[in-house]
């Protein structure tokens, strides 16, 4: 009789006062407040705050806290943002967002321990930065009665990030996929909220579309370092993980400007335009 196949052992947890200890906490944390506000940092700058030979660590799911209602499948995009329940719920949506994008930050950290030591001290800032964002949605929230936990939310970005087999495949994903389009979607979304009559909410969208742009150019550099080469269109879609196309990495319209100013040349923004419907740019 064949021997069933042995099942994956689950990952160690990293010991105490590590930064990966740090991010294992951070992700697997299931209560709502320690969740949205987690502990300072170890000192990334130390060699001391960094476990010595680190495991591969691929957690596949985070810890999530009662209040938050995790569904299968997305609503669809509220229309009308003339009613504040449809912009409280977007708002609510783009929290959740930040959350994971923050989680997948700190999971690569643990899922890719060759990955060299800066590249892992600037994802667990740029966790740190999706956090102060997540924040920003959230004192909105309050701002209009509302609270973390009042809308249903869907762990699609974990859904596929944690597909990436290396960490080529993340920064192409996370940082110049999702990231990049969110470039696309903060313009026009901030658009749309002013267009509404809620400036409180476009300023706020319109900041954190700023503030990404780092975050895409911090993808796109990592990108060249893991590859070798300057960041190529072909060899970008070659390396997203199945079934996820370039189409979906955009929005409409794209946000050229915001696009190069995180390195996309324009061989790649009109090859990246070329992959989807979109119609009008930027």
Same mark, same amino acid.
């Given at each position: 009789?064949?021997?069933?196949?042995?099942?994956?052992?689950?990952?160690?947890?990293?010991?105490?006062?590590?930064?990966?200890?740090?991010?294992?906490?951070?992700?697997?944390?299931?209560?709502?407040?320690?969740?949205?506000?987690?502990?300072?940092?170890?000192?990334?700058?130390?060699?001391?705050?960094?476990?010595?030979?680190?495991?591969?660590?691929?957690?596949?799911?985070?810890?999530?806290?009662?209040?938050?209602?995790?569904?299968?499948?997305?609503?669809?995009?509220?229309?009308?943002?003339?009613?504040?329940?449809?912009?409280?719920?977007?708002?609510?949506? %783009?929290?959740?967002?930040?959350?994971?994008?923050?989680?997948?930050?700190?999971?690569?950290?643990?899922?890719?321990?060759?990955?060299?030591?800066?590249?892992?001290?600037?994802?667990?800032?740029?966790?740190?930065?999706?956090?102060?964002?997540?924040?920003?949605?959230?004192?909105?929230?309050?701002?209009?009665?509302?609270?973390?936990?009042?809308?249903?939310?869907?762990?699609?970005?974990?859904?596929?990030?944690?597909?990436?087999?290396?960490?080529?495949?993340?920064?192409?994903?996370?940082?110049?996929?999702?990231?990049?389009?969110?470039?696309?979607?903060?313009?026009? %979304?901030?658009?749309?909220?002013?267009?509404?009559?809620?400036?409180?909410?476009?300023?706020?969208?319109?900041?954190?579309?700023?503030?990404?742009?780092?975050?895409?150019?911090?993808?796109?550099?990592?990108?060249?370092?893991?590859?070798?080469?300057?960041?190529?269109?072909?060899?970008?879609?070659?390396?997203?993980?199945?079934?996820?196309?370039?189409?979906?990495?955009?929005?409409?319209?794209?946000?050229?400007?915001?696009?190069?100013?995180?390195?996309?040349?324009?061989?790649?923004?009109?090859?990246?335009?070329?992959?989807?419907?979109?119609?009008?740019?930027?």
């Amino acid at each position: 009789m064949q021997a069933a196949p042995s099942e994956v052992p689950p990952p160690t947890t990293p010991p105490h006062g590590s930064v990966e200890r740090w991010c294992w906490d951070f992700i697997c944390e299931a209560h709502l407040q320690s969740k949205l506000a987690p502990p300072a940092t170890p000192d990334l700058t130390v060699d001391s705050s960094w476990e010595p030979r680190p495991a591969e660590r691929r957690l596949r799911q985070p810890g999530r806290p009662p209040e938050l209602e995790v569904i299968a499948r997305s609503p669809r995009t509220p229309s009308g943002l003339h009613r504040p329940e449809a912009r409280l719920r977007l708002m609510h949506t %783009f929290l959740h967002h930040e959350l994971q994008a923050a989680e997948l930050f700190a999971w690569a950290v643990l899922a890719f321990p060759e990955a060299p030591r800066e590249f892992k001290a600037d994802a667990v800032r740029l966790c740190l930065e999706e956090l102060v964002h997540l924040h920003m949605y959230a004192d909105y929230l309050k701002d209009h009665g509302a609270a973390v936990g009042d809308f249903p939310v869907r762990d699609w970005f974990w859904e596929r990030v944690t597909t990436c087999p290396d960490a080529l495949s993340f920064v192409a994903l996370q940082g110049l996929g999702l990231e990049g389009s969110n470039l696309d979607h903060c313009a026009r %979304f901030s658009r749309m909220f002013a267009e509404s009559g809620d400036e409180q909410a476009a300023a706020i969208i319109e900041q954190i579309g700023r503030e990404e742009v780092g975050h895409v150019a911090f993808a796109r550099e990592w990108f060249e370092r893991f590859s070798g080469s300057p960041l190529d269109y072909e060899q970008w879609r070659r390396v997203l993980p199945a079934p996820l196309t370039p189409a979906l990495m955009q929005g409409r319209p794209m946000n050229d400007s915001a696009r190069r100013a995180a390195g996309m040349d324009d061989d790649f923004l009109q090859a990246l335009a070329n992959a989807g419907p979109t119609t009008r740019r930027t």
